[in-house]
């Protein structure tokens, strides 16, 4: 039998059975190139969505930090900061309560570290909490503000550090009475307040 001009398979005779056998000529080679491309194209495929994944899995890594670290030694931070600075940035302590300048400060503008001037608040995000600290609901930028766990003084607490000298803010609690949830307890001896200008506070 033919198939367009091709040979298709042969009849043979089976003897006193008068049985009819057929047997795969060209068929076979056609057969086996066709599994041959299928083949190829499953291990097309296959490679596209190995390469998709590694596209997945690396997104996290290519993101960048943009943040430029400030690294001083302690004793160039001694030099830059008043005693009661230090001992608040840099070796975690606490200023008394109600005791800081801007716990009850609500003056627009923005708040930066005071050890490195680097902006994490903004007046628009302060908030009154009766805690005696100034108290924020969220920072300027994500990745301003590095949370650290705090089992210190027999307590379980997030620690709150600016992240580009590792400078001790304070501690973030989720009792915040704002839509964030949250409350940033911060040390005046932390921040530094830099006024809005007139144009800023027309916007």
């Known amino acids: 039998m033919y198939v367009n001009g091709a040979r298709f398979f042969e009849v043979l005779d089976c003897g006193k059975a008068g049985m009819r056998r057929f047997k795969v000529l060209s068929?076979?080679?056609?057969m086996i190139k066709i599994k041959y491309l299928l083949f190829l194209q499953a291990i097309v495929v296959l490679l596209s969505c190995q390469n998709r994944e590694k596209t997945k899995q690396s997104k996290p890594i290519v993101?960048?930090?943009t943040i430029q670290k400030m690294e001083k030694s302690e004793e160039e931070w001694r030099k830059?900061?008043?005693p009661e600075q230090y001992y608040v940035l840099r070796e975690k302590g606490t200023?008394?309560?109600f005791t800081g300048k801007y716990n009850l400060h609500f003056e627009q503008g923005k708040y930066s570290c005071a050890a490195c001037g680097f902006e994490l608040f903004d007046a628009g995000h302060k908030f009154e909490s009766h805690c005696g600290w100034p108290s924020f609901d969220n920072e300027i930028g994500e990745g301003r503000?590095?949370?650290?766990?705090?089992?210190?003084?027999?307590?379980?607490?997030?620690?709150?550090?600016?992240?580009?000298?590792?400078?001790?803010?304070?501690?973030?609690f989720d009792d915040g009475p704002t839509a964030t949830g949250q409350?940033?307890?911060?040390?005046?001896?932390?921040?530094?307040?830099?006024p809005a200008t007139d144009s800023t506070q027309k916007k």
Not at 153 to 158: D, F, L
Not at 183 to 194: E, P, W
């Open 145 to 172: 503000i590095v949370k650290k766990k705090d089992l210190s003084h027999g307590m379980v607490r997030t620690e709150i550090l600016c992240s580009r000298c590792g400078g001790h803010l304070g501690h973030i």
């Open 183 to 194: 409350r940033y307890c911060v040390n005046s001896l932390s921040i530094n307040f830099t």
């Open 63 to 65: 993101v960048m930090d």
């Open 27 to 30: 068929f076979l080679p056609m």
């Open 95 to 97: 200023e008394r309560p």
């Open 80 to 82: 830059i900061l008043s």
